[in-house]
């Protein structure tokens, strides 16, 4: 199995903690020597484990924001 490569640029927020200790986080990470994308998964509390994510370009992430922004809850 190949290895994920991952920087964490920027932790920008984090919306939740478990009682595990994983957190739900929003973050700026390079992938693979890519360019940083916004990220947004569960981590473990030393970020040597991950959960199953959604990966967001600025684009896409501003779209996102549009539509929040509209919703009314």
């Given at each position: 199995m190949t290895e994920i490569?991952?920087?964490?640029i920027k932790n920008i927020?984090?919306?939740s903690k478990?009682?595990?200790?994983?957190a739900k986080e929003l973050n700026l990470i390079s992938w693979n020597d890519r360019d940083p994308k916004?990220?947004?998964?569960d981590w473990?509390?030393?970020h040597s484990k991950m959960g199953k994510g959604v990966t967001l370009?600025?684009?896409?992430l501003m779209a996102?924001?549009?539509l929040l922004n509209s919703m009314e809850f």
């Open positions: 490569k991952y920087e964490i927020a984090v919306l478990s009682a595990s200790g994983w916004y990220d947004l998964r473990s509390a030393d370009s600025k684009e896409e996102l924001k549009e």
